[in-house]
């Protein structure tokens, strides 16, 4: 299982939003490049990062401060990196090479994935094995471009479309539980799991709170590939130096 701790990133700083609303934020001390480093040496082996100035620039906005993130463990004597999967803004092949160029391990894909069938196509066979699609959920539907605009397009609906075209991993998003700390929404993900017939790996997202949540996807690995875990972290929710870590595998 991957456990993806996240950092969101705007203006610079660390935030986590509360249900995707850019007014209801939270700033944290540390720089993004700090927090990835501490989340490095505490074990963790994969990061999920959302440009959230590129989400609202419909552009990526932080490709130094990524590429610093992803650079972090090159000057170590380890050969062990962790793995970064970014989202936020990306609309382009030149933003997607580019990222890949700096290293990043997986291009997380939203807006762009979902208007431009032909696009994702086209680019998971381009670059194999490195496009991931961001499903934004509120009620069942899609939302795009940092999660305020809310389409009619239902979710299972668009990954009938897309699950035989080599998307390598799909981040499922409960928008109305992202930040609240009151459990992810296993059972839609696991309908999601099985309408893709285990074609492509998902990780589940939003409304991770406590050790036991993390627990639950460790025990269903036909489900999960991973989750995505924020504000239970930042809030000191979760022991990260202890148990959280433990799960790792």
Not at 93 to 112: E, F, P, Q, S, Y
Not at 120 to 125: D, F, G, T
Not at 214 to 240: C, N, T, W
């Amino acid at each position: 299982m991957k456990i993806f701790p996240a950092i969101d990133i705007k203006n610079g700083k660390c935030v986590r939003l509360l249900k995707g609303d850019f007014n209801k934020s939270t700033i944290y001390e540390k720089t993004p490049l700090d927090q990835a480093k501490e989340f490095s040496a505490q074990g963790f082996r994969d990061l999920h990062i959302v440009d959230l100035d590129g989400a609202l620039n419909e552009e990526p906005v932080n490709g130094k401060l990524i590429e610093n993130i992803c650079n972090q463990n090159k000057d170590k004597a380890t050969d062990i990196q962790m793995r970064v999967q970014v989202g936020g803004g990306i609309r382009t092949i030149d933003h997607i090479a580019k990222l890949i160029d700096v290293g990043v391990d997986r291009v997380v894909l939203g807006t762009i994935a979902v208007r431009d069938l032909k696009f994702l196509e086209n680019v998971c066979n381009k670059f194999k094995n490195k496009i991931a699609v961001g499903l934004d959920v509120r009620e069942g539907y899609i939302a795009l471009k940092g999660w305020k605009d809310q389409t009619n397009i239902l979710a299972t609906d668009y990954l009938m479309q897309i699950k035989d075209i080599g998307v390598s991993r799909i981040i499922y998003t409960d928008i109305e539980r992202d930040g609240t700390l009151t459990r992810p929404n296993f059972e839609e993900t696991i309908k999601i799991v099985k309408l893709l017939e285990n074609k492509i790996p998902v990780v589940v997202s939003g409304g991770v709170g406590s050790i036991n949540d993390i627990v639950a996807v460790k025990q269903h690995p036909e489900y999960f590939e991973g989750v995505i875990v924020g504000k239970a972290i930042y809030d000191g929710r979760l022991s990260v130096s202890g148990n959280i870590v433990n799960l790792l595998s």
